[in-house]
């Protein structure tokens, strides 16, 4: 879906929440093989029988693509992604847990580039017991209107 949201139309605090995905074995060897981490955290239960968590957990980075892609509903035509910031992995998440992701909009800012501004958005990423297993901000460069 195509949308067209200028910086302006941006509300301090907005919130917006997904849909859940679960995390499946799968996407964690799939991922495993598109980035070369074969760590035993991500790919060896029985190491993992003996280490604090009990059990595999998904790479950050994996957690990381899975929540931006839940955020990623319409394609907004007069912005786009600027970069992330301050991404803290606060949580594992093992197979089989549900991430959804809330997204608030956190600050607003004109841009040094006449007609753009940037806005702050918070990503939080949740387990299925509502804990937060991730965070970062995302900054879009967003035409003004």
Known sequence: MMVRKY???????????????TITETDIVIHAGQTGDFFPHHMDAEWCKAQPFGQRMAHGTLIFSVAVGLTA?????????????????????????????????????DHKKPGFGLVTELVEAFNQRKETVMVCEHILLAQKK
């Open 7 to 21: 910086f302006d139309d941006f509300v301090l605090e907005e919130t917006r929440e997904t849909y859940g995905r």
């Open 73 to 109: 509903g319409a394609i907004n035509e007069v912005a786009m992604t600027y970069g992330y910031e301050r991404l803290r992995f606060i949580k594992p998440v093992f197979i089989g847990d549900t991430i959804t992701v809330k997204v608030t909009i956190k600050d607003l800012k």
